[in-house]
């Protein structure tokens, strides 16, 4: 007894000092210029990767069963991390062994349950019925995470603040991902990446947009992209010799789309039918990429994947990514703005003809270069062109993006630019600077990109009978002469100025702050374009006993593409 009772009491103080979460690895918004930066981007997506693959996330039937829990995986193998939380009201632990083996052994002495009817499928979401009886374990929970706080607590200590850069420091640290929050983000991922995996080989399943790009915000949607490779790695040279036995396969469809559709299509199937904790699986087929939506309830998470073969999200991401890791002012700044912007109604959480927290990004990332906080990319050569767009279209966007060399080693080595002049702005002199630059920028006539180009004005850029004169022009860094903002009317443009040139008003007063700034501009989207916001994508997933054939496939295609290119998917 005595024995056993070391090795608890071992165990739990081994525990306390482990599960606290560890400093995160990569918080490249913590990095400043003169930093000795060796992460990049594809080396922190490997870490989490490997990371989420050790991992098991473990619902505990009962609170306080913590102890227990641990004092049985422990047993297994080494645990680096455990951190408890709260999700959908249930108590649910996330479990890091140091090594894959030990989530296999686990498993092992894993069972289903006997008394239910349940489908025997095993996955890395568990649950724990503990044994203990009579009175509760009187430990802590002391890797419980703190959720971050809901804005009305955060502004009430920011009104505690008085400076306006330390406001908007506090501000993004607040509201910015938790190691937590990102820990489960690749968790999912790793599931879908484990659930499909089980069916096509080399099934890689990667978070893209504000997962992992540093501009996430606690609580927002997971994005990921499905593909069957890593495509990182498609430079490494293969002996190129056939082997000589090889798997029987079936045919592909010729026409991607078509594949890519069918794919989801299975995919939204296992979801729904067979793994555990994802729920609501809608699978939006029509749509300009289609997409799997689910929610997974233990973590909590709104979920789409997509399968586009240009795999353009995984760069932007990482342009976005390296970007930020440039100056640590970039990140905060963009979150003061996103919030400034949600709260006047510049962008919505539905998607619609207004601004989304992506194009708000774009729009702070081309200020910052404007003032020589960003480099410009200057991958193009700015070449007169007669390429209509649709051309461009082919070359860019239905090519494979990777092929581009230039693009390529501009996206590895932007980070490492050192803008020729120092700027030092505090993170206020910032935030009322882009209020001022957009007050009076030209969106009539000049666009927002962040290339390096001499010309900015829009019609200097490829126009033809068939392209429009849009209103504001943000151009697609990664394909240039793309707009990627066609979805705003110009009244929003036309908006957007006018709420910037109260904004720097406001942040003219010194006695005004980061919460004047939210409360002052606050103000509700105009009635006549509520009724211009984008129809809620259609859905479409079968029941157990109905199952969608080839023909029904296209004819849904046929009716509903026109309805749904409008929709949010438009943005992906
Ligand atoms: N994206 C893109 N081009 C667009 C829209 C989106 O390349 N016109 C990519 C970007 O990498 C973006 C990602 O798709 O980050 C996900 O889009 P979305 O979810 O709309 O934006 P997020 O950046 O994830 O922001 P949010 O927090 O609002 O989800
Ligand atoms: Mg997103």
């Known amino acids: 007894i005595l024995l056993n009772r070391c090795h608890y009491a071992l165990a739990i103080q081994h525990y306390s000092s482990s599960i606290r979460p560890p400093i995160p690895p990569f918080s490249p918004s913590s990095i400043n210029k003169s930093s000795n930066v060796t992460q990049t981007f594809d080396t922190m997506l490997d870490f989490r990767r490997q990371q989420a693959r050790r991992t098991v996330l473990i619902h505990l039937g009962r609170s306080h069963s913590e102890s227990e829990l641990y004092k049985l995986c422990s047993r297994i193998g080494q645990i680096t991390n455990m951190t408890l939380y709260t999700a959908n009201k249930k108590e649910c632990a996330l479990l890091e062994f140091s090594n894959e083996q030990s989530v296999n052994n686990l498993l092992k002495i894993t069972s289903h349950f006997t008394n239910e009817n ?93 997962s992992v790009n540093t ?52 995919l939204a199937d296992t979801l729904k039918h067979f793994m555990a904790e994802c729920t609501n699986v809608q699978i939006i087929l029509p749509a300009r990429v289609p997409i799997v939506r689910f929610q ?127 700027n030092n702005s505090s993170l206020a002199i910032l935030l009322k600077g882009f209020f001022t630059f957009y007050e009076n920028y030209d969106f009539q006539s000049l666009l927002i990109t962040l290339l390096n180009r001499k010309n900015m004005s829009k019609s200097s850029l490829i126009q033809t009978g068939k392209d429009k004169d849009w209103p504001i022009y943000l151009e697609n860094p990664l394909v240039p002469s793309m707009n990627a ?61 109905t199952d969608i054939n080839q023909d029904e496939l296209t004819t849904i295609n046929d009716i509903q593409q026109d309805q749904v290119f409008h929709n949010t998917h438009q943005q992906h």
């Open 118 to 210: 349940r489908l025997p499928c095993a996955s890395r979401n568990l649950y724990f019925s503990s044994q203990q009886t009579g009175t509760r374990l009187k430990y802590h929970p002391i890797g419980r995470e703190v959720q971050q706080p809901d804005d009305s607590i955060i502004d009430k200590s920011l009104n505690d603040i008085r400076n306006v850069s330390d406001q908007i420091r506090f501000f993004w640290q607040k509201t910015k991902l938790t190691e937590l929050d990102t820990r489960l983000r690749f968790f999912v991922s790793s599931l879908v990446e484990e659930a499909f995996g089980s069916i096509f080989v080399d099934t890689v399943c990667l978070p893209f947009g504000s």
């Open 485 to 545: 903002s066609k979805n705003l009317v110009e009244s929003e443009g036309e908006r957007f100025r006018e709420t910037c040139k109260k904004a720097s008003e406001i942040l003219s007063h010194s006695s005004k702050n980061l919460l004047s700034l939210f409360e002052e501009c606050h103000q509700i989207l105009p009635d006549d374009l509520i009724a211009r916001a984008y129809p809620a994508p259609i859905s479409i997933m079968p029941d157990l006993e």
């Open 296 to 422: 997974h309830r233990l973590s909590d998470l709104q979920c789409d994947v997509s399968m586009s073969e240009f795999k353009s999200s995984y760069y932007m991401s990482k342009l976005l990514w390296n970007l930020s890791s440039i100056d640590n002012r970039v990140a905060p700044l963009v979150f003061a703005i996103r919030r400034w912007a949600r709260e006047a109604s510049i962008t919505q959480s539905t998607p619609g003809p207004w601004f989304s927290n992506f194009q708000m990004t774009l729009l702070v990332l081309f200020y910052l270069q404007s003032i020589e906080i960003l480099p410009k990319l200057n991958y193009i050569n700015e070449q007169p062109t007669t390429t209509s767009p649709q051309d461009i279209l082919a070359a860019n966007v239905l090519g494979d993006l990777s092929d581009d060399t230039i693009l390529m080693n501009e996206l590895e080595n932007i980070r490492y630019v050192q803008s020729n002049k120092t």
């Open 215 to 266: 501009f996430g915000k606690s609580r927002c949607d997971l994005d990921m992209l499905l593909t069957f490779e890593d495509f990182r790695e498609k430079n490494i040279k293969r002996d190129g010799k056939i082997p000589q036995l090889r798997f029987l396969t079936k045919r592909s469809y010729l026409n991607d789309r078509f594949q890519a559709q069918a794919y989801l299509k299975i």
